[in-house]
């Protein structure tokens, strides 16, 4: 495990922090939030190894070298609590009860920092109980301890939580900067396309150039997306592929190729579209398409993104949308 840099979007409110730090202002219980992608969980890992590392370097950073950085770059710092949906149970949710045995760590003496760093990601995971339970250890954080919560819906957190944070939004780089930055961390001449794609989201966009399956699987999407609305692809048959892809991903590209067949269907050059480089094969389809069914199928998406964490049946939802969109495309 790495130790973690803010991104340099995110260097005027590191700088914050730091101050803020070396003032002992620091708050103790801080909400970072921000799209997917923009690098909130990576400032909130290198925020918490800041404060737990012994002799922190330039700009407040770990410094890598002391027994504490060691420690956190093996995974295996003990004043670092982290506190993450449940990977055996089938809600994806943070449990009580993982709330309970950490409210019993928080309770002890650090074992080797000034402090503990607790950090919960993502917090909008907690269930109801949970975040019940651990909203008492908020209202009362003793001063060696740092809450440090990541989100990226924090409007699903409840009000009481949101409440006893200071929540610190970071928005998505201008594209001039992100570009930069991903050409420095890998050479790709397609980087402006992929982080369209990842809707400015960098680290995002980054990550999917990491799946060396990521092109095919979008390409194979596309064709399919375009051959249903011509009847000419089996919906179950494409459910079943879009299922093995993973239904996040699929949402995200139908989202996009949905909305870009909207704006193609009122303007023939939009300025902005999720998919520029299809936009010749989706122009076609866009001039026949039904707006109303079109518009009634995006939220049909969006609702269904929303509710991604519901532990969705994947297979019946990715059949019903399959279905639904082959029924618009041959009405078109």
Request: charged share 20%; with cysteine.
């Amino acid at each position: 495990m790495r130790l973690q840099q803010p991104p340099p979007w995110t260097c005027e409110l590191w700088s914050r922090l730091q101050a803020a730090r070396s003032q002992g202002r620091l708050p103790p219980v801080l909400l970072f939030t921000g799209p997917h992608g923009v690098g909130k969980r990576r400032l909130a890992w290198a925020l918490a190894e800041s404060v737990l590392c012994r002799q922190p370097a330039n700009q407040g950073l770990a410094c890598g070298h002391c027994p504490d950085c060691h420690l956190l770059a093996a995974g295996h710092h003990p004043d670092l609590i982290q506190l993450e949906p449940d990977a055996e149970g089938r809600s994806g949710e943070i449990t009580i009860d993982a709330v309970r045995l950490l409210i019993g760590r928080e309770s002890l003496t650090p074992t080797r920092a000034a402090g503990q760093v607790i950090l919960i990601d993502p917090a909008d995971r907690l269930n109801q109980a949970a975040a019940n339970a651990l909203l008492k250890t908020l209202e009362e954080p003793t001063g060696m301890t740092h809450f440090i919560l990541v989100s990226e819906h924090p409007d699903r957190l409840p009000v009481t939580i949101r409440s006893r944070c200071l929540r610190l939004t970071i928005p998505l780089p201008d594209e001039r900067s992100a570009l930069e930055w991903l050409g420095a961390q890998k050479p790709l001449s397609d980087w402006p396309l992929r982080l369209r794609l990842a809707q400015g989201g960098p680290l995002r966009a980054l990550a999917e150039a990491e799946d060396a399956d990521w092109p095919t699987q979008r390409d194979r999407c596309i064709v399919d997306f375009l051959s249903l609305a011509q009847g000419a692809a089996d919906p179950l048959a494409v459910a079943s592929y879009w299922q093995t892809v993973g239904v996040g991903r699929i949402l995200e590209w139908l989202i996009g190729l949905t909305a870009d067949l909207l704006r193609l269907g009122v303007c023939s050059a939009p300025p902005l579209l999720a998919h520029p480089d299809r936009s010749r094969d989706l122009v076609v389809l866009a001039a026949k398409l039904d707006r109303a069914a079109g518009h009634r199928f995006l939220r049909r998406l969006l609702e269904t993104r929303a509710l991604l964490d519901a532990n969705l049946n994947q297979q019946l939802v990715l059949e019903s949308l399959v279905i639904e969109w082959s029924q618009i495309g041959r009405s078109a």
